[in-house]
């Protein structure tokens, strides 16, 4: 079961550049997420979907854009790099059941991202 | 803003002692679940507790939900090198987010 696939696994960016995360998951999940990794801090979410169709800001959306057009897939754009930006990005997904849903959360293995 | 806070931040141990990990927070959640991830993967869920005061044990892993949905602690018995790891909680209150804690680095030595 290949689970949530992310690509790719490492990238270097310069700055200014633009690149868009990907992210499929094969498990007809309706919730998929966006999470940052920076050392010492936890994860932090930049974007969530509920569905395909929509999309919501995390805590951390600023320099980021997503879209959902089918269920699988849920990609991350990040349009002008900056080097606060390096970091392990995770995609996830969920059953999610609704609101306050319990329901797992299944994580890709990430990519990291590094702006020079 | 770190909503939940983990303590300790790291810990390194012998192989057979016991260990807890703390996670708190000022804010009630209406959930909490605890990760377990290695180097170079994603976290894997370990457990979901969502009632005040339930506890949970999976082996020699045992959760613990604190009794106002604030809190909660994962306490390790006898501890094995494949227990190393980076423990993290995360909350979810009545939204579609989950919070995730700061994590503790976890090292057994055999």
């Known amino acids: 079961n290949a689970g949530v696939t992310q690509t790719p696994k490492f990238r270097i960016l310069k700055i200014g550049q633009s690149m868009t995360l990907q992210c499929t998951q094969d498990?007809?999940?309706?919730?998929m997420y966006w999470y940052r990794q920076d050392p010492g801090m936890g994860l932090k979410l930049i974007y969530y979907?509920?569905?395909?169709?929509?999309?919501d800001k995390g805590e951390v959306p600023n320099g980021y854009n997503v879209s959902r057009s089918t269920t699988e897939d849920f990609p991350l754009r990040l349009e002008l790099a900056a080097p606060s930006q390096t970091s392990v990005y995770f995609c996830?997904?969920?059953?999610?059941?609704?609101?306050?849903?319990?329901?797992?959360?299944?994580f890709g293995d990430g990519t990291r991202l590094s702006i020079l | 803003t770190q909503l939940l806070e983990q303590s300790p931040q790291f810990l390194s141990i012998q192989e057979g002692e016991n260990l807890t990990v703390y996670c708190n927070s000022s804010?009630?959640?209406?959930?909490l679940q605890w990760y377990r991830q290695e180097p170079g993967e994603g976290p894997v869920l370990l457990v979901t507790?969502?009632?005040?005061?339930e506890v949970k044990k999976l082996k020699r892993l045992t959760f613990q939900f604190g009794d106002a949905r604030k809190d909660s602690s994962l306490h390790i018995t006898a501890a094995q090198p494949g227990d190393t790891g980076l423990y993290l909680c995360?909350?979810?209150?009545?939204?579609?987010?989950?919070?995730f804690g700061t994590g503790t680095s976890l090292t057994v030595i055999p």
């Open positions: 498990m007809n999940h309706n919730y």
């Open positions: 995360a909350g979810s209150n009545t939204g579609n987010q989950f919070y």
């Open positions: 507790v969502v009632t005040g005061g």
């Open positions: 804010s009630v959640f209406s959930s």
């Open positions: 979907s509920v569905g395909a169709g929509i999309t």
């Open positions: 996830a997904s969920s059953r999610g059941t609704g609101v306050g849903s319990n329901q797992p959360q299944h």
